[in-house]
């Protein structure tokens, strides 16, 4: 491959890695993958690879109107025995950059589901954050806490029976925790500190006498009395539930904490 034509390249996998970040925060989708305080980073990165891509076209075309940049090429191109051939680059260097572009073009976006839970499990009791979001986490009211929401209380408080009775109205996907007795499902989200790599389901029991016919990874509303309840020993915040309804999969299906 000649020396232009691999710059020809480099600046078009340039152009096709700044539009497709940028493509993917204007979808939304990016942020299945990262936190969302980073979509500032991801912005300016998408912006100066498309100008890094222009800054190569612009040097080719100012190569082409330059004439004395003809003349030497036309030079080098008559034969003489004292100048070695023209190396051609390999193409696979090429290929390795332009693989993000091409495996997110080819393997469709999608958030996590119920068949991640296999690899790490469900949280019920884990810190998601720092302590110093459990004032926050506590002003809000309980029926305006999501699932993160509440397993951060009843992470934070040593009494968690101090929320019996509060109301709870909370989205999330349906996972049918083999830990959990007949009756009872679990409410989950996915958190999300940084990436997915570091992605944790956390998830709010629920009592709800139907609950084989709700299957797993489908959305629900689930609203009713939340209830101190224990799981291996751990405090469980637990919803006796008043109605379900089936929703739509969020836009954002990821919780931040």
């Known amino acids: 491959m000649s020396l232009r034509t691999h710059r020809s390249l480099q ?3 340039l152009a096709a890695l700044g539009a497709f970040l940028l493509q993917k925060i204007l979808s939304g989708t990016l942020f299945w ?12 990165a998408g912006i100066g690879l498309l100008a890094l891509a222009q800054m190569v076209f612009q040097s080719l075309r100012q190569k082409d109107t330059d004439p004395e940049s003809h003349d030497h090429h036309d030079h080098a191109r008559s034969p003489s025995p004292t100048l070695p051939h023209t190396h051609t680059l390999p193409v696979w260097r090429l290929l390795i950059v332009a693989l993000p572009v091409l495996l997110g073009v080819l393997i469709p976006a999608r958030p996590l589901g119920v068949s991640a839970i296999a690899n790490k499990g ?25 699932v993160l929401d509440w397993v951060r209380v009843f992470n934070y408080e040593s009494n968690p029976t101090m929320f019996d009775g ?4 909370v989205v999330g996907f349906v996972y049918h925790d083999p830990r959990l007795p007949e009756g009872q499902f679990l409410v989950g989200r996915f958190a999300l500190n940084c990436c997915v790599a570091d992605a944790t389901a956390i998830g709010m029991a629920v009592v709800w006498p139907d609950e084989d016919n709700l299957a797993d ?36 299906p990821y919780l931040y904490p």
Not at 166 to 169: F, S, V, Y
Not at 221 to 233: C, I, M, W, Y
């Open 11 to 13: 600046a078009l996998i």
């Open 33 to 44: 993958y990262i936190n969302q305080r980073f979509m500032v980073l991801v912005l300016l």
């Open 122 to 146: 469900v949280n019920t009791n884990a810190p998601i954050a720092a302590g110093s979001s459990a004032a926050v986490t506590l002003s809000i009211a309980p029926e305006n806490r999501s």
């Open 166 to 169: 509060q109301p709870a109205d």
């Open 217 to 252: 990874n489908s959305w629900v509303r689930v609203r009713g009395a939340v209830q101190a309840a224990s799981l291996n020993g751990r405090p469980l915040p637990l919803i006796q539930a008043a109605s379900i309804v089936q929703v739509a999969e969020p836009e954002q």
